[in-house]
């Protein structure tokens, strides 16, 4: 089975982004605990140049990432950027000096997270934004979307986007502006809702429906895990067929899985980065689609 090579960010907008079907999440590119800086520095720049030279031009991150550490690496390593390169960032969630993760959705929040990646990221526009929903915890969905389709109306936001949102927040963010990209949970082995209080994460397969039937593509977090809950017996076969690790079947089986989805894997490891790459070229056929179910 082919797959397509690139998908359209808001193609039904004025602003269309055409970007290559395989991005990067920053987020591995912290210290333990995704804060701090990372243990490897010059690494972890090698991987965000490297990136761009192979081609990939959407790049994941947020402010809550380290604190601050994946913007300062992304502008450190890229700036100037490329003029195809699409940065994402979320807002929405803040970090505590514990390490312990917090909302931070209200209006004035979300205002002061924007601007705050726009300074790190020396930028005067983001060029797509996901907020990242956080059920029961700080403002209404409906408040803190209404704060960020206001921001795009003011120019500082290109592209809106949602995160961790569930089927009914997804619709109803559709019905007060145009959603670019949905950001949940999403892979092999993690497809449905799970969790419970500020920790629940919200799986993409249950509205990936709305996302093909409105072209809305779908970007993959904790698409990595491979054992929830239990060994995932499945890839482990398809990767012993073709000799390739099970991360590789794992981001194959997503590129495959539909049109719609823009897959982000993340890593630390510069050898693990080329060989994430690599499995844009592993080719599934369709009886090993229907194996995997």
Same mark, same amino acid.
């Given at each position: 089975?082919?797959?397509?090579?690139?998908?359209?960010?808001?193609?039904?907008?004025?602003?269309?982004?055409?970007?290559?079907?395989?991005?990067?999440?920053?987020?591995?590119?912290?210290?333990?605990?995704?804060?701090?800086?990372?243990?490897?520095?010059?690494?972890?720049?090698?991987?965000?140049?490297?990136?761009?030279?192979?081609?990939?031009?959407?790049?994941?991150?947020?402010?809550?990432?380290?604190?601050?550490?994946?913007?300062?690496?992304?502008?450190?390593?890229?700036?100037?950027?490329?003029?195809?390169?699409?940065?994402?960032?979320?807002?929405?969630?803040?970090?505590?000096?514990?390490?312990?993760?917090?909302?931070? !959705?209200?209006? *004035?929040? #979300?205002?002061?997270?924007? &601007?705050? /990646?726009?300074?790190? =990221?020396?930028?005067?526009?983001?060029?797509?934004?996901?907020?990242?929903?956080?059920?029961?915890?700080?403002?209404?969905?409906?408040?803190?979307?209404?704060?960020?389709?206001?921001?795009?109306?003011?120019?500082?936001?290109?592209?809106?986007?949602?995160?961790?949102?569930?089927?009914?927040?997804?619709?109803?963010?559709?019905?007060?502006?145009?959603?670019?990209?949905?950001?949940?949970?999403?892979?092999?082995?993690?497809?449905?809702?799970?969790?419970?209080?500020?920790?629940?994460? !919200?799986?993409? *397969?249950? #509205?990936?429906?709305?996302? &093909?039937? /409105?072209?809305?593509? =779908?970007?993959?977090?904790?698409?990595?895990?491979?054992?929830?809950?239990?060994?995932?017996?499945?890839?482990?076969?398809?990767?012993?067929?073709?000799?390739?690790?099970?991360?590789?079947?794992?981001?194959?089986?997503?590129?495959?899985?539909?049109?719609?989805?823009?897959?982000?894997?993340?890593?630390?490891?510069?050898?693990?980065?080329?060989?994430?790459?690599?499995?844009?070229?592993?080719?599934?056929?369709?009886?090993?689609?229907?194996?995997?179910?």
């Amino acid at each position: 089975m082919s797959i397509p090579a690139t998908i359209t960010i808001a193609g039904r907008s004025e602003h269309p982004l055409t970007v290559n079907r395989l991005g990067y999440g920053t987020m591995r590119l912290t210290g333990e605990g995704i804060y701090g800086e990372p243990p490897n520095r010059p690494e972890a720049l090698q991987i965000l140049k490297r990136a761009v030279e192979v081609g990939v031009n959407f790049i994941d991150t947020a402010d809550y990432y380290g604190e601050d550490v994946t913007n300062r690496l992304i502008a450190e390593a890229l700036y100037p950027y490329p003029a195809d390169l699409v940065i994402c960032t979320k807002v929405g969630g803040a970090r505590k000096p514990d390490k312990s993760w917090i909302p931070f !959705n209200r209006p *004035e929040n #979300l205002r002061s997270s924007i &601007e705050n /990646n726009l300074r790190t =990221l020396k930028i005067e526009q983001i060029t797509l934004v996901h907020f990242r929903a956080i059920a029961g915890h700080g403002a209404p969905f409906e408040e803190s979307m209404e704060a960020m389709f206001k921001m795009q109306r003011e120019g500082k936001i290109l592209h809106v986007g949602v995160s961790n949102v569930t089927r009914d927040e997804l619709q109803t963010a559709m019905k007060m502006g145009e959603v670019a990209t949905v950001e949940n949970m999403y892979g092999h082995a993690q497809r449905t809702t799970h969790g419970a209080g500020h920790m629940v994460s !919200n799986g993409g *397969e249950e #509205l990936l429906d709305i996302c &093909e039937a /409105n072209g809305i593509p =779908l970007v993959p977090y904790f698409s990595l895990f491979l054992s929830m809950p239990k060994k995932n017996d499945r890839i482990a076969e398809i990767a012993k067929k073709y000799n390739i690790s099970q991360v590789q079947a794992n981001i194959a089986w997503l590129l495959h899985r539909s049109p719609w989805i823009l897959p982000i894997p993340g890593t630390s490891s510069l050898k693990h980065f080329e060989e994430n790459m690599a499995a844009a070229d592993i080719e599934l056929t369709g009886d090993d689609m229907a194996y995997l179910g």
